[in-house]
């Protein structure tokens, strides 16, 4: 549905608007305050014809190059501090050629606001939902009036309560525009004022029969012809269009919305968006939407992905640190173990070499067993030969000393080698076969504790030597 429009005139310190009943009027102390007015007499969501002129903006004659807005406005800001401020509303009307000692510039009206208020109150009316679609001043509504070439044009704006706007654009090509209030002045005349302005410009209604084009817009409340006092004069003389404001409001729905004079067009944009824009931002907003969970999903699985691998790869550094470890603990076992079997070698390497001296003739070894069940402990295997002799040396030791055919093996051993133990408890000799079984421990090496067998008594004491003979 196509949004409706709405005229709203702020000229001075007077809103006037339409109503069922006609144009009215209502005065305000600030420019902010017409807000209220608009809210109150128009329909939110209409937008809103602006023709904006209060006291606090001003329309000045101005030279300028030729180019775009930006050009003219840096150009007139030296001249007008307050359009260096971005908030101050402005605009300028086409420029036309002069004449050619202005040096290749052209003139313009220039309209801007002494006091940056449009902008808070164009806030104000959106916020409101009164978008204001275009806005200009009584400058751009008399340059788009019309005028007529080789004849004195004027536009003429009047309420009779104080206050006119006035532009000439003569014969002679003089252009002005002034604005006249009666402010605080109680014997303020209008029309007096009016008249004092043709006479200032040299307007005159006898121009030899090139009648002048008034076209005069009388706010409500004002009637011309019943209070002019000079009323005949200018319908006998000039060529006069008297109109109410409807008029005038529809002058300013023809001015392009964009055009230069256009006071909002360097202001602060409020972005509105239609039924169109709404469903394609929607359909943009779900599609992101839609794009944004898929990636945030995405990127969940590959958090999820990255945290396990993460997960693993600390539990593996876990393990390989354990296993190296351990392999360290395993080398110092195993080199202490060589260091120990290194040790334990000595004992067993002085065992060797005492069993030369320690076997009788008589006798043979069948098996020599030496760090195999512990690293001390030995076993010796072996046999007598000549049982006869072996048997009467037994008789006879047996009845003189009570040893047997072992015994002197033992002896050597302990004796040749410092700190081996034969255990004589698990000693044994067969004297039917002559076989024999020799068991102990070599010596241990140092910080070794010794195990000797609990049962195993001390080492015999090697009896003192005597004679077969008594």
Known sequence: MRKQQQAIFIWDKVVYYSTAKGWARTAIERVEDAAAIVQEHCKRDNKIMLLYDPETLQTEYSECPGGGRAIVREVLAGSHESLNNPHTAWGFQTPWQISAAAGGNQGTFCSF???????????TLYDLKYPVSRCFSFASLAMFS?????????????????????????????????????????????????????GEYGVTFEDGGMRPVVRLYQAPGTDAKTQCPYWETLAAFGQVELHNFSVLATLLASIPSR????????????????????????????????????????????SREIRSLETLQSSLATQKTGLERNKREIEE?????????????????????????????????????????????????????????????????????????????????????????????????????????????????????????????????????TSGRR
Do not use: C
């Open 259 to 302: 055009h230069s004079s256009s006071l909002i067009e360097d202001l602060p944009k409020n972005i509105s968006l239609n039924l169109g824009l709404k469903i394609g931002a929607a359909v943009l907003a779900a599609i992101l939407l839609g794009g944004g969970s898929y990636a945030y999903n995405d990127l969940s699985k590959d």
């Open 113 to 123: 606001e002494t006091v940056p208020s449009l902008y808070l109150l164009n806030q």
């Open 146 to 198: 019309g005028t007529t070439p080789g004849r004195t044009n004027v536009f003429l704006v009047v309420d009779k309560d104080g206050q006119a706007f006035v532009y000439l654009n003569t014969a002679a090509g003089l252009r002005a525009a002034r604005k006249v209030s009666a402010g605080k002045r109680e014997d303020f005349d209008v029309w007096s004022e009016i008249s004092l302005i043709f």
């Open 333 to 465: 076992f195993l080199k202490l173990y060589a260091n120990d079997r290194f040790d334990y070698s000595h004992g067993h390497l002085q065992l060797l070499q005492a069993l030369g001296g320690a076997i009788p003739r008589d006798a043979t070894l069948l098996n020599i067993s030496i760090g195999v069940e512990a690293p001390s402990k030995f076993r010796l295997n072996g046999i007598f030969w000549n049982q006869k002799v072996s048997m009467s040396k037994q008789t006879g030791s047996t009845a003189v000393n009570n040893v047997s055919p072992v015994t002197p093996i033992t002896r050597h051993l302990e004796s040749s080698v410092q700190g081996l133990l034969v255990a004589p408890n698990t000693n044994s000799f067969n004297s039917q076969t002559g076989d024999f079984v020799l068991e102990g421990n070599t010596p241990r090496p140092e910080g070794v504790a010794a195990a000797t067998p609990a049962s195993a008594p001390p080492p015999a004491r090697r009896p003192p030597a």
